[in-house]
């Protein structure tokens, strides 16, 4: 009887997908604007969360080989310390379960060439990569909607560059499912109210990234104290020397709401307690702050770094899971099509 019960609450679990590309570091930003918030979800244990590492996605740009494969494992240790745990939530691999090659070529062809070019991704990019224009590049969002549908999501987080791509996403599967019936489940997008958009220390208006040409613009959970501190001593703010929230004063906004992220103070509390006090307090004060919260994942960090194996087994654990989980829904898919089996 009540394990019919737990069963039947289970069923009713939503299920959550997401992923990140493996860059190397996580940055400030990754982590307040995405991944804490997957830990969030998967702690919460309201949802059914499975987690990915796209490098599928990313070699739509030219990786160096040993930088590419030391990027995955980085990424993949650095999310396994900020506390996704491969018991309560897989994380696996993109490209050791190839059902995401083959949604990826089938649902090419259920999209058409017109909403492609309409994805601002794809614009932005190939302005950046002029000299290689690659079709993978153009066939991204096909591939991303791939590994939403196969996992049949109800709520996909992201980042709202991502948007696009999942309204792209719901439109593939409407699509698909009027024509073959209810193959997909029609994921919806979210973007987590409690995610810190975290912009650049440097130049505020731009999102805090790693491709930004100065360093002291990002900071990096893998940074040491020091710099970390250093960086924010450096950060850019304005004349007034008043520590509130306003238009205009985008530094300061930055600063605030990365305090309140980490303190979860909210901004009239954070604008009482510095009241009267210059901008080098509150500068010290958000370093600090940050410091209390990243320094533990990074030691967690160094040491998953020292064990392969541990990685290893977390990740192999999580990739039989994602192939078992969307082999279904492939199979579902082509029979709808009319493969033959
Ligand atoms: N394209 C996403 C990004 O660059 C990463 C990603 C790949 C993703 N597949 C996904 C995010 C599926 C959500 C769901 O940020």
């Not at 492609?116 to 224009?133: C, E, G, P, V, Y």
């Not at 605030?256 to 909210?266: D, E, K, P, R, W």
């Not at 010290?284 to 994942?297: D, H, L, R």
Request: glycine share 6%; net charge neutral.
């Amino acid at each position: 009887m009540e394990n019919q019960a737990v069963q039947t609450t289970e069923k009713k679990k939503e299920t959550v997908f997401s992923a990140i590309q493996p860059s190397g570091a996580i940055t400030l930003g990754n982590y307040l604007g995405a991944i804490r918030n997957w830990v969030r979800m998967q702690e919460s244990g309201d949802y059914h969360c499975i987690y990915a590492l796209a490098d599928l996605h990313t070699i739509t740009v030219r990786q160096e080989p040993a930088q590419f494969r030391k990027n995955v494992i980085d990424m993949y240790a650095s999310i396994l310390a900020c506390g996704v745990d491969v018991e309560k939530a897989p994380f696996f691999i993109q490209s050791h379960n190839p059902n995401h090659a083959v949604m990826a070529w089938i649902l090419d062809c259920y999209t058409q060439f017109g909403e492609l070019s309409r994805m601002t991704q794809f614009k932005d990019k190939s302005a950046k990569h002029a000299d290689n224009i690659n079709a993978g590049l153009f066939t991204y969002p096909s591939l991303m909607a791939g590994d939403i549908l196969l996992y049949q999501a109800d709520k996909v987080p992201v980042g709202a560059d991502q948007k696009q791509h999942i309204e792209l996403t719901r439109d593939i599967a409407n699509r698909f499912n009027s024509i073959y019936g209810n193959v997909f489940k029609i994921p919806e997008g979210f973007i987590p109210k409690d995610g810190a958009r975290v912009m650049s220390l440097q130049n505020p208006l731009n999102k805090m990234s790693k491709s930004d040409e100065n360093v002291n613009g990002y900071v990096l959970l893998t940074d040491p104290d020091n710099v970390i501190m250093k960086k924010f001593k450096r950060a850019v703010t304005d004349s007034e020397a008043k520590v509130r929230y306003a238009e205009g004063k985008e530094g300061i906004n930055n600063l605030m709401s990365i305090y309140s992220a980490v303190t979860g103070l909210s901004f009239e509390q954070i604008e009482h307690d510095f009241d009267g006090k210059g901008y080098g307090d509150f500068k010290t004060a958000v370093g600090e702050a940050v410091i209390a919260e990243i320094a533990p994942i990074r030691k967690r960090y160094e040491e998953y770094l020292k064990d392969k194996k541990y990685l290893e087994e977390c990740y192999r654990k999580s990739d039989e899971f994602a192939i078992r989980y969307s082999s279904r829904t492939v199979e579902k898919a082509m029979k709808k099509i009319g493969f033959v089996k």
